[in-house]
DNA sequence: CAATTGCAGATTGTCGACAATATGCAATTG
DNA sequence: CAATTGCATATTGTCGACAATCTGCAATTG
């Protein structure tokens, strides 16, 4: 693991505020499905799971609203929001622009132990591939691109790009992604960390922003089936 | 107006929260200046100014720290926040990509109706100028990018480039911004909006993008004035 | 006299309680 | 018997209070 993450206790308490906290915890129970699409969350329940009073649920909820990943109706309760395709659509809009930005910005300044640190993602995706474990491909699929992002060595388009990608998972959460074929993803994703290594700001923008488009497109296939069916 | 603000006191009451009002409030004396950069943000003073307990004004400030127009530490309370140059270029970054989209999206998809409400703001920017009121031309500035991203038709989009556009306009209210030569700023407007007109993609998101970049040079230019006084 | 320590006031963090509102079920009525 | 009404329960929205923490100042000490 990276240092990063290594906090002492002092600094922990220091640092994080209950209500962070809170919102942490709370996001893992969406984003792992424990909390279901479009499903009520009740303050109170949560309140007595984290031990804590429901001032500190209800901050943390607000500011989960506004990352858009609850929504809320006024006497009725917070919701886990329910991305539709349309707007998952909007969203890889942004977010093809972005990752051009991004290739082209990981391209000019990733360290050779960067370029090696995702070198050694592609193979483990490859692994994952070998051995169809799509929850493990999923999970470095989403370390891999949370690694780019964050050597392109700018903080606001990282947080930008994070923002819209916890949104996309929400939207995946609905199981309207991946038909499979996470082999050509990771086949792309190869071909990006040889033009970041290469330098190629032009050619890595490129791949990266055809990396969503195509990501963009197996949605778009997944949701076709699952209107059909 | 447009009718899209009317809301009947029925709706007003039933959609809006108290928290969401605070919300708004507050964000109004952040961005109208009278809560000043890197201010101490008391809670009990604003709960009293708005009639509430220091709940909602909690809450309302978790949304804002989300929003990133206030930073929070723990046990000292919540600041306006401090854009430095180094973090408002960043954003720049982000924004030049998003305004190029942004002049595409809305060149393929504006209305002759909604051309004509450019139009008519770019002719107000430059009565504005002819009358130096500077106030008046960075209202309307703001007002005119708002209403053509709502025009590019995409909510995320949109959303994005508002959260932007809110931090790059805290970081103007420390002064470092327009050593004027906005009669410039207002010219490549006009462009924008005939590129848009004749419903060249290409043209517009090559103009807007420019329009961002050098509205990024030119607060380089007022950085660099002010670093060196 | 400079530096440290201790204290008083102010502010934040958290909680439990109460009022307002929504929800589901049972009773009523045509 | 279907539909509506009214009620009991659960949940949210808001508040005031108390403990924990910070800040600035004065007293103390070497």
Redesign the interface.
């Given at each position: 693991m990276l240092p990063s993450t290594a906090l002492t206790p002092l600094q922990l308490v220091?640092?994080?505020?209950l209500?962070a906290l809170v919102q942490a915890e709370i996001e893992q129970l969406i984003l792992g499905g424990e909390l279901a699409i479009g499903e009520h969350i009740n303050e109170s329940e949560l309140a007595l799971r984290f031990g804590t009073s429901r001032?500190p649920v209800?901050?943390?909820l607000?500011?989960l609203?506004?990352?858009r990943l609850v929504r809320?109706e006024?006497n009725r309760g917070v919701f886990v929001r329910e991305v539709s395709v349309a707007?998952a659509d909007?969203?890889y809009?942004?977010r093809e622009?972005?990752d051009?930005?991004i290739g082209r910005?990981v391209a000019e300044r990733a360290t050779p132990g960067q370029v090696l640190e995702l070198k050694a993602l592609a193979a483990e995706m490859d692994e994952a591939t070998a051995g169809s474990d799509v929850k493990r491909y999923h999970a470095l699929n989403l370390r891999f691109h949370d690694r780019v992002v964050a050597f392109a060595g700018?903080?606001?388009?990282a947080g930008?790009y994070r923002?819209?990608t916890k949104?996309l998972l929400l939207f995946r959460l609905r199981g309207l992604q991946d038909g499979g074929g996470f082999a050509v993803s990771n086949t792309e994703h190869k071909a990006v960390v040889k033009a970041i290594a290469a330098g190629d700001a032009e050619r890595a923008g490129r791949l990266l922003r055809r990396h969503a488009a195509d990501s963009r497109a197996r949605m778009h296939k997944a949701a076709a089936i699952a209107a059909a069916r």
């Open positions: 220091q640092s994080s505020s209500p001032g209800r901050e943390a607000r500011a609203e506004e990352c809320s006024k707007e909007e969203i809009d942004v622009v972005l051009e930005l910005r700018n903080d606001r388009l930008t923002l819209l949104e």
